[in-house]
């Protein structure tokens, strides 16, 4: 009797594996944990094979069935289903998917899904289903070109290292032996790296601060919005602060840098601590100290203090949530503070890991001076009338 979705539901798990039979050579295969596999099995040149059609219930019936009759049409056909499949896993977009599962783990999660995402969006179109070993140097110029047009030059350098990291990957696992992204390379004009616009001038800054402080938004934002210049650390460190990394004793944040993977130090001032502890009555009980406005467990998402600057009429060619670093970083040394202190604090850290390791509390009671001095310094600007 042919095979029904309640005969496969109601399939039990055995101690040794067994099959459900369907029809034309299409079987459910039960593993002893409860898996269920739908299996072809067919011959080809008087070879006896398995062609594996997917796994339920994430496959269908139905969907067995059009693959099993697929297979048996490509048998007819001449062309042997098995080989036909494994043509088609050299594709470029499938040893690229193998490519960034084996760097997952390397890298943030939000920096994987952003890798990832910018080649769903220029990459996988232009050469995702072409063989790999197919892909030549014009067809990866083409997935470069739109983007020298539009100007987008650092995108193209980024996405070009990166084919040409995939092709170095596939040409290890044997797919390949020649890397045609290495010739692209010089066919991409330099890119000028922009540093992120910030505000120097300490009568600029003041009217900053001041606008800061008159941001009509949501308390939380508000908050986020206070504390960021305070604190001038990454923006997407401020907006994933955690509650549990907040020593209000010791008045230190410590917290794991994401893009180094060290560990960091921040002093709080007296203003950060005050902020804090307003925010705390409202957030305390969530995991960031910023949530998401959909109570969703997130983080605030990482657009809010770019957006709030542009609500109070700062565009991004003017100021930017980064740029309140480089803002801090030019101050601070202008008033004589220690350049190896600010970097400290900045999070610059050496390459070398025990090096970073050691220094993350160095010039630490330095930097507790200076934190303070630059959250008073912050408050007279904001105050000062003139």
């Known amino acids: 009797m042919p095979l029904t979705d309640l005969k ?17 050579g299409m079987y459910l295969l039960v593993h002893p944990n409860g898996s269920k596999y739908f299996r072809l099995d067919y011959r080809f040149q008087s070879r006896r094979k398995t062609l594996a059609l997917g796994v339920y219930p ?18 007819l056909s001449g062309v042997d289903p098995l080989q036909a499949k494994k043509a088609e896993s050299d594709r470029f977009i499938d040893v690229a998917l193998r490519w960034f599962d084996s760097k997952r783990h390397l890298i943030d999660e939000s920096t994987h899904r952003k890798k990832l995402r910018r080649f769903h969006l220029h990459v996988f179109p232009i050469i995702g289903r072409i063989l790999i070993a197919d892909v030549s140097s014009p067809d990866v110029f083409n997935v470069v070109r739109p983007l020298i047009r539009q100007k987008k030059l650092d995108s193209a350098h980024r996405i070009r290292a990166e ?11 044997g797919f390949v032996t020649y890397d045609p992204a290495q010739p692209v390379a010089k066919q991409i004009p330099p890119h000028r790296a922009r ?4 505000l120097t001038d300490p009568r600029d800054v003041a009217l900053l601060m001041k606008a800061i402080y008159s941001y009509e938004g949501t308390f939380i934002v508000q908050q986020a919005l206070k504390i960021t210049p305070l604190l001038f650390q990454r923006p997407g ?7 549990v990394d907040i020593d209000f004793a010791g008045r230190e944040w410590r917290y794991l840098v994401t893009k180094t993977g060290i560990h960091h130090i921040v002093p709080l001032s007296d203003q950060v601590i005050k902020l804090l502890r307003e925010t705390q009555q409202i957030t305390g009980d969530s995991v960031f100290v910023f949530p998401s406005s959909r109570n969703d467990g997130r983080p605030m ?26 803002l801090a970083s030019t101050l601070l040394n202008e008033q004589g503070w220690s350049p190896d202190a600010i970097e400290r604090q900045l999070s610059h850290m050496p390459r070398d890991s025990v090096r970073a390791a050691y220094n993350r509390a160095q010039y630490l009671k330095e930097r507790r001076e200076l934190m ?14 003139n």
């Not at 994430?58 to 048998?75: M, Y």
């Not at 084919?163 to 696992?173: L, P, Q, Y």
């Not at 540093?195 to 910030?198: D, L, Y």
């Open 237 to 243: 460190e401020i907006r994933t602060m955690r509650w």
């Open 372 to 385: 303070q001095s630059w959250s008073d310094f912050l408050a007279t600007l904001r105050e000062e009338e």
């Open 8 to 24: 496969i539901r109601k399939a039990k798990p055995r101690e040794k594996q067994y099959k459900l039979y369907d029809e034309k």
């Open 58 to 75: 994430g496959v269908s019936l139905k969907a067995a069935r059009i693959a099993r009759d697929a297979a048996r049409q490509q048998i």
């Open 195 to 198: 540093h992120h616009p910030a």
């Open 163 to 173: 084919i040409s990291e995939i092709f170095a990957f596939a040409i290890a696992h």
């Open 301 to 326: 998402s990482e657009n809010t203090i770019r957006t709030a600057l542009r609500t109070l009429g700062y565009s991004n060619d003017a100021m930017t949530p980064h740029g309140f670093r480089t």
